[in-house]
């Protein structure tokens, strides 16, 4: 059984593992002022551009999800030929709306399947099954690395992998402090974090930064921290919660 697994570029993953396993990147792209940039998780292109590009510009600019578009070309030109199979991970719905992209494209596409099989003389049936992360961030890359050591034991289909990682997926609790670059009110107004005028208010008055929780239920803003010695506060809160948590069956993804 040829499985494919797809993803988009916010999945937290060193690009080692990715070209390891031949793992498939949906690009998404982000603008900031008068420069955009295609995320395709290729590192020199990535890192020349955060390289040239101002804190202040990333910290305001827009990050688009993978589109219809992208999904279906890669569907058609590549995808339906390589695979019997395909397994697409997409992030929390709260990060971006790569899943709704993908829903869309496979809806608009799936008459054709057959018939562009058939003219490759691909005999086996096609299958799509595609999965929400719940989470983000490094969270999603968890999700990824379960998927990949499922798919590394034996020959599965894409229902036999969707199966146990649905069952995984609502194990997985992540927590976010947001990075220097991020915190600022503006931003954290934004997805995936949504936070209301009043609390966006509370962190200019207060210089205290909050953290996050991602889980199946959402995105939770958990507490306030001072500034100062923020990232030990915050692993002493995260510690403290681990010597209070039963462990068994139970992920915790720190970002």
Not at 60 to 83: D, H, M, R, V
Not at 140 to 169: M, N, W
Request: contains cysteine.
């Amino acid at each position: 059984m040829n499985v494919g697994i797809v993803i988009d570029a916010t999945c937290d993953l060193p690009s080692s593992i990715i070209e390891r396993y031949q793992v498939n990147v949906l690009p998404i792209h982000l603008e900031f002022k008068n420069i955009s940039f295609t995320d395709k998780r290729l590192p020199e292109q990535s890192n020349q551009f955060y390289k040239t590009t101002s804190n202040q510009d990333i910290s305001n600019g827009k990050i688009s999800p993978a589109t219809t578009e992208s999904f279906s070309t890669a569907l058609a030109e590549k995808w339906l030929y390589q695979f019997d199979n395909i397994l697409v991970i997409a992030p929390h719905r709260k990060i971006n709306a790569t899943l709704q992209s993908v829903r869309l494209s496979i809806l608009e596409m799936q008459s054709k399947f057959e018939q562009l099989r058939m003219q490759a003389n691909l005999k086996p049936a096609f299958k799509i099954r595609v999965i929400e992360s719940q989470s983000g961030f490094a969270g999603y890359g968890v999700v990824l690395y379960e998927a990949l050591q499922l798919a590394s034991e034996k020959a599965r289909s894409a229902d036999q992998l969707k199966q146990p990682l649905d069952q995984f997926i609502p194990r997985i609790e992540t927590y976010v402090l947001p990075g220097n670059a991020n915190i600022n009110p503006h931003l954290l107004g934004q997805p995936p974090f949504n936070l209301g005028w009043i609390d966006q208010k509370k962190i200019k008055l207060t210089k205290r930064i909050p953290f996050f929780k991602l889980d199946i239920d959402g995105v939770q803003q958990c507490k306030l921290l001072p500034i100062d010695n923020i990232e030990n506060n915050f692993l002493e809160i995260i510690y403290d919660k681990l010597t209070r948590t039963k462990l068994k069956n139970h992920l915790v993804n720190i970002s």
